[in-house]
């Protein structure tokens, strides 16, 4: 009875020495893959030099004819989904633009998807050029015509980089603000800008249109849009900036 005893003890201790033992290499291979993981985890540092290195690759493929420095770069945060990365165009006299950089949900290899408001640049003097020539057949006075595109994520996603200004425009991809400089008095010109922003509506184009009296034209026209805009708040340019219309979905809206 007692050798039956002895055995039994003896045995129970082997099984518990083997469970021991398993369980132990269990954890030690569980700890040691949970390390393994951990090591091959990105840093928010890590991700931010990823999507800096990828936003620049972006701009050197899609525009090669200038050259892009970077400039600095917000976080995610619970305002915003994506990144803004802010970069100075060499082309255009270090003006700076932005890039959005968000995630892409149906790519593992790309995660991230890029776009930008560079064409504010590089398609200015076809849209000055493209809404002068329209104004012309209502308007005989001397004018000139500034314009400025309204930027963010949920406009530049919108753009094709493929397409001209026209082609976009046309497409309803832009939205538009369409300053209207004039040395003549705005209840002069209304009935001439108010068919001007008909047509416009009717092409299905969505632009906001502000017309601004000033007697200083020729300085206008040899000043750049951000110029300008820095002249007036400083009044050394004399002029207004009035909104008058804004077209729609085909309507046309008076303020």
């Keep these: 009875m007692k050798r039956g005893k002895r055995l039994l003890a003896i045995l129970l201790v082997l099984i518990l020495s083997v469970s021991t033992a398993g369980c132990s290499k269990f954890v030690q291979q569980n700890q040691s893959s949970s390390d393994t993981t951990s090591s091959k985890k990105m840093t928010l540092e890590d991700v931010k030099k990823r999507v800096i290195n990828e936003a620049s690759e972006y701009l050197k493929k899609n525009y090669p004819d200038d050259n892009f420095t970077f400039v600095s770069i917000g976080s995610t945060n619970w305002a915003y989904n994506y990144y803004r990365l802010s970069f100075k165009s060499e082309k255009y006299d270090n003006q700076q ?12 290899v790309t995660p991230y998807t890029y776009s930008d408001d560079y064409y504010q640049y590089y398609m200015k003097d076809d849209a000055e050029e493209y809404f002068s020539l329209k104004l012309k057949k209502y ?27 026209i082609e976009n425009i046309e497409n309803d991809n832009f939205r538009c603000l369409v300053y209207i400089f004039s040395n003549q008095e705005f209840e002069q010109v209304d009935n001439e800008i108010k068919k001007f922003a008909k047509e416009t509506a009717d092409n299905n184009i969505t632009i906001k249109i502000y017309y601004i009296y000033t007697k200083q034209l020729l300085t206008v026209s040899k000043y750049t849009t951000n110029d ?28």
């Design 139 to 165: 308007l005989e006075n001397e004018f000139v015509i500034k314009v400025r595109f309204k930027c963010g994520i949920g406009f530049t996603k919108a753009v094709n980089n493929n397409q001209t200004f």
């Design 97 to 108: 633009f932005m890039v959005y950089g968000s995630l892409n949900d149906e790519s593992e």
């Design 228 to 255: 300008i805009f820095d002249k007036l708040k400083s009044y050394s340019l004399d002029g207004n900036i009035t909104p008058k219309y804004s077209t729609y979905d085909g309507t046309v809206n008076k303020y």
